[in-house]
């Protein structure tokens, strides 16, 4: 028992002599990290580019952290040669032929050099409406491709450096009137270890950008176009009242950018209004690109059959002018059966047609026994007698 005792003694010493030592190595790592920024800012070499500020949320400005590493960040904005001025993006209104020379900012706020790889590509827009840009290695065709660098794209940004770069936009004289979008993007490689395992690592690009708006001189054909209108009515378990899920495609088939406000009705049998909303935002949408949109209705009776008609109607995007086209029509429908109400009907009808065909039965029963009735109850004829061989 003495020997237990002492065991447990020296056990409890050594878990607490082991929380002490735990909490001073948490202490000291803890000092450790919070001077280590301090240590490798101080040490940051300096460079002749610019010192860039801390990132923030200002207009024009897109930032990004990276993945691999805590302390790498960097940022890309519009620029000119004494440093960035506030624009939302490049924006641009040239004749075909005629070229700008623009700068834009590379800003890299973490405390290590960045090695950047700068260039243009053209715009995307994905089926929900963001602005977008093709995976790296796809060629650009349009404005992307009409953007030029210095050197080879590649620039080296010491840490909380920013550097100017200069470009220049030529538009090629068979270029087409019109809206044109795209943008210049800073990407680093970095590797990243593989997710299946072992010791192989992957190289991931990631990428910062800003917009390239231009705007080529010629005939404006501003045109939304409305499509693929699908109807679906989800009404469960109740008889009188169910979900309406709508959704509509969006085409820009003109030259300009256009977003819009959208306006859906919903009807049922001889035009028994269900439903209506406006006002709905439409984004921007870029030449040649769709969106989706979505619109729910709560609480509809199912009517037989569900008619939704959409409308669009275009507004313009920044000073394009008032000359949006005409407004988007389409339409879609679907079957919304009442199968509970059918279902009580049919049962009502069926105890109709029951209660008809059992009453005809009893009529007919009843005529039958007032017939044989009659006949019993009828007296033999009083002049009739014996005949001849009765006598």
Same mark, same amino acid.
């Not at 049922?268 to 209004?273: C, I, L, T």
């Not at 690109?289 to 008609?309: C, Q, W, Y």
């Given at each position: 028992?003495?020997?237990?005792?002492?065991?447990?003694?020296?056990?409890?010493?050594?878990?607490?002599?082991?929380?002490?030592?735990?909490?001073?190595?948490?202490?000291?790592?803890?000092?450790?990290?919070?001077?280590?920024?301090?240590?490798? !800012?101080?040490?940051a070499p300096s460079g002749s580019s610019t010192p860039a500020p801390a990132p923030s949320k200002a207009a024009? !400005?897109?930032?990004?952290?990276?993945?691999?590493?805590?302390?790498?960040?960097?940022?890309?904005?519009?620029?000119?040669?004494?440093?960035?001025?506030?624009?939302?993006?490049?924006?641009?209104?040239?004749?075909?032929?005629?070229?700008?020379?623009?700068?834009?900012?590379?800003?890299?706020?973490?405390?290590?050099?960045?090695?950047?790889?700068?260039?243009?590509?053209?715009?995307?827009?994905?089926?929900?409406?963001?602005?977008?840009?093709?995976?790296?290695?796809?060629?650009?065709?349009?404005? #992307?491709?009409?953007? %030029?660098?210095?050197?080879?794209?590649?620039?080296?940004?010491?840490?909380?450096?920013?550097?100017?770069?200069?470009?220049?936009?030529?538009?090629?004289?068979?270029?087409?009137? %019109?809206?044109?979008? $795209? #943008?210049?993007?800073?990407?680093?490689?970095?590797?990243?270890?593989?997710?299946?395992?072992?010791?192989?690592?992957?190289?991931?690009?990631?990428?910062?950008?800003?917009?390239?708006?231009?705007?080529?001189? $010629?005939?404006?054909?501003?045109?939304?176009?409305?499509g693929d209108v699908q109807v679906g009515y989800q009404g469960g378990w109740n008889p009188?009242? $169910?979900?309406?899920?709508?959704?509509?495609?969006?085409?820009?088939?003109?030259?300009?950018?256009?977003?819009?406000?959208?306006?859906?009705?919903?009807?049922?049998? !001889?035009?028994?209004?269900?439903?209506?909303?406006?006002?709905?935002?439409?984004?921007?949408?870029?030449? $040649?690109?769709?969106?989706?949109?979505?619109?729910?209705?709560?609480?509809?009776?199912?009517?037989?059959?569900?008619?939704?008609?959409?409308?669009?109607?275009?507004?313009?995007?920044?000073?394009?002018?008032?000359?949006?086209?005409?407004? !988007?029509?389409?339409?879609?429908?679907?079957?919304?059966?009442?199968?509970?109400?059918?279902?009580?009907?049919?049962?009502?009808?069926?105890?109709?047609?029951?209660?008809?065909?059992?009453?005809?039965?009893?009529?007919?029963?009843?005529?039958?026994?007032?017939?044989?009735?009659?006949?019993?109850?009828?007296?033999?004829?009083? #002049?009739?007698?014996?005949?001849?061989?009765?006598?």
């Amino acid at each position: 028992m003495l020997i237990g005792q002492t065991c447990a003694e020296v056990g409890v010493r050594v878990f607490k002599s082991s929380r002490l030592i735990l909490s001073a190595l948490v202490a000291l790592s803890t000092l450790l990290a919070s001077q280590a920024p301090a240590a490798a !800012a101080a040490a940051a070499p300096s460079g002749s580019s610019t010192p860039a500020p801390a990132p923030s949320k200002a207009a024009g !400005a897109s930032a990004a952290p990276s993945a691999g590493s805590a302390d790498v960040s960097w940022g890309v904005e519009p620029s000119t040669k004494e440093g960035p001025n506030g624009r939302d993006n490049l924006s641009y209104e040239l004749k075909p032929g005629e070229s700008v020379t623009d700068y834009v900012g590379v800003s890299n706020f973490g405390s290590e050099p960045l090695k950047m790889h700068v260039y243009a590509m053209d715009a995307l827009m994905t089926e929900d409406g963001a602005f977008t840009l093709p995976p790296a290695g796809v060629e650009p065709t349009d404005v #992307g491709s009409w953007v %030029g660098l210095t050197g080879d794209g590649t620039y080296t940004i010491n840490p909380g450096e920013r550097l100017d770069i200069p470009f220049r936009l030529a538009v090629p004289s068979t270029a087409s009137p %019109g809206d044109h979008a $795209g #943008g210049i993007v800073a990407s680093l490689s970095e590797p990243v270890k593989s997710t299946t395992g072992g010791a192989q690592q992957v190289a991931v690009d990631r990428r910062v950008g800003v917009r390239i708006y231009l705007q080529v001189a $010629g005939d404006r054909a501003p045109r939304l176009e409305v499509g693929d209108v699908q109807v679906g009515y989800q009404g469960g378990w109740n008889p009188v009242s $169910g979900a309406t899920e709508i959704s509509y495609t969006v085409r820009n088939t003109g030259n300009v950018r256009l977003s819009g406000t959208a306006a859906v009705d919903l009807s049922g049998v !001889a035009g028994w209004s269900l439903g209506h909303t406006t006002g709905r935002q439409v984004p921007e949408i870029l030449p $040649g690109s769709a969106i989706r949109m979505h619109e729910t209705f709560d609480g509809v009776f199912p009517a037989f059959k569900l008619n939704a008609a959409v409308t669009v109607d275009p507004v313009s995007v920044g000073d394009a002018g008032d000359d949006v086209g005409a407004p !988007a029509l389409a339409s879609g429908s679907t079957w919304a059966w009442p199968y509970l109400i059918l279902a009580a009907v049919l049962v009502v009808l069926l105890v109709i047609l029951l209660l008809w065909w059992r009453g005809r039965r009893w009529r007919k029963q009843a005529k039958a026994m007032v017939t044989a009735a009659s006949a019993a109850a009828t007296p033999v004829g009083a #002049g009739a007698g014996p005949t001849a061989a009765d006598r």
